[in-house]
């Protein structure tokens, strides 16, 4: 059984509803982006790579982590931090030493 619906949509332009699926589009997409974002797993880094990574000393790392520059996570007597969120710092404090602070 084939059966048609129609939809009349009243008081709205065409193009302000191509507008708003559009919009839609993106968020979906957006959304997607998101969530296939969470399913990657989470890549760690131990103090050495990021010591390496900043080419500073682990009493640098030490001291950043103290400070909340760099927030670690502990795992048993070990200490570790997220990737992204290192990266991130490192662009922070790269932005700090050109004087950009926005």
Same mark, same amino acid.
């Given at each position: 059984?084939?059966?048609?619906?129609?939809?009349? /949509?009243?008081?709205?332009?065409?193009?302000?509803?191509?507008?708003?699926?559009?919009?839609?589009?993106?968020?979906?997409?957006?959304?997607?982006?998101? /969530?296939?974002?969470?399913?990657?797993?989470?890549?760690?880094?131990?103090?050495?790579?990021?010591?390496?990574?900043?080419?500073?000393?682990?009493?640098?790392?030490?001291?950043?982590?103290?400070?909340? /520059?760099?927030?670690?996570?502990?795992?048993?007597?070990?200490?570790?931090?997220?990737?992204?969120?290192?990266?991130?710092?490192?662009?922070?404090?790269?932005?700090?030493?050109?004087?950009?602070?926005?």
């Amino acid at each position: 059984m084939n059966t048609k619906t129609v939809l009349q /949509i009243e008081g709205v332009e065409a193009a302000q509803l191509f507008g708003k699926i559009d919009g839609l589009c993106s968020e979906v997409a957006n959304l997607k982006t998101q /969530i296939e974002d969470k399913k990657q797993p989470t890549d760690y880094l131990n103090r050495k790579q990021v010591a390496k990574m900043f080419g500073v000393s682990l009493v640098t790392v030490h001291d950043w982590t103290r400070k909340g /520059i760099l927030k670690a996570y502990k795992l048993a007597n070990r200490v570790y931090f997220k990737r992204a969120e290192v990266e991130n710092a490192l662009t922070e404090v790269a932005a700090t030493k050109r004087g950009y602070h926005g």
